[in-house]
């Protein structure tokens, strides 16, 4: 598959671009909206085409497009891929709300293109089996804790910037969120607080509740303003399951611990780059015409959440988590 890339953004840099590169697939251009800018990124980082616009990168000789523009330009630019008949990998969070990445995912339909949120940690194998455990080995799950925070200390970085769908809660807090899901299933209620610490107009910090109807719970938190913090615990009635690093490990070795009825285990998972685990399943899958496994359903209901979450914060109130046709 031949990758065009939107923008020059710094985890296409650090972290897409090699990925493909190390994959059978191939990045054969990227796009700025300076041409200067574009030129010098191609030749740094092994891309033979650059262009000072997005659009002319969409009648490039390119089968797909990776998408890591800030979040809210992530709609406009994959319905535009959409419409020259390219296939779309985009970065997580797909849109801003839950409404808009059910229509993004009816409008790739309708143009017959595949479309999967990059949220590269589902293909980690420690990922895959660390919910094997919690489904198969522990006893009944009833609560969930997950945090992703770090520092960020440039106030000009887009994250801060509300219009352009900045905030602790879309980007780090979108893993916790979608850990304590993937451990517990969909939540009833949301209840958060989220607080802006720079005076920014986007949270930068974020904590809440995800309530279950049968009394578990999930607790979540992100954050800009602390040292680097990666985790989740799963308590069961019979033992637990926990794991340190756990979105983004990087090319190491990695841990998970789990106990039940008093047995412990450490399990040891080799360096991975799930990165490039992402790219090749992505490129399978729309060769195949096949569903990814970051499909609408999970990519939808993370986003549910999220706006549970957010309306929550705003009406200092739980409220209820939306469902399909709600």
Known sequence: MKFGVLSTAG?????????????????????????????????????????????????????????????????????????????????????????????????????DVTLMEAFMYHFHPRTVRAREIASEELGAVRSVEAAFKFRLDDPADIRLNPELGGGSLFDVGSYAVSAARNFLGEPDRAYAHLADTRDSGVDTEAAGVLEYADGRTARVASGFDTTHVER?????????????????????????????????????????????????????AAAAGTTPRVDRAETVANMRAIDALRASAAEGRPVPVGRDGE
């Open 232 to 284: 989740y615990r799963v308590e069961a009635v019979d033992g637990y399951l926990e794991a340190t690093d756990c979105f983004g490990p990087g090319r190491t070795s990695v841990g998970l611990t789990y106990g039940v009825d008093g047995r412990e285990v450490t399990e040891t998972f080799d360096a991975v780059d799930q990165y490039r685990l992402q790219v090749d399943h992505f490129a399978e």
């Open 11 to 111: 985890i296409a840099r650090k972290s897409l671009i090699p990925a493909i590169h190390a994959s059978d697939h191939e990045v054969t251009a990227v796009a700025s909206r300076d041409a200067e800018t574009a030129a010098t990124f191609a030749a740094n980082n092994g891309i033979p085409e650059s262009y000072g616009s997005y659009e002319r990168l969409l009648s490039a000789d390119v089968d797909a497009v990776y998408n890591p523009l800030p979040n809210a330009l992530h709609a406009e630019w994959t319905r535009r891929a959409a419409d020259a008949g390219l296939d779309v990998l985009c970065e997580k969070p797909l849109t801003t709300d839950a409404e808009s990445a059910a229509d993004l995912f009816d409008y790739c339909e309708d143009a």
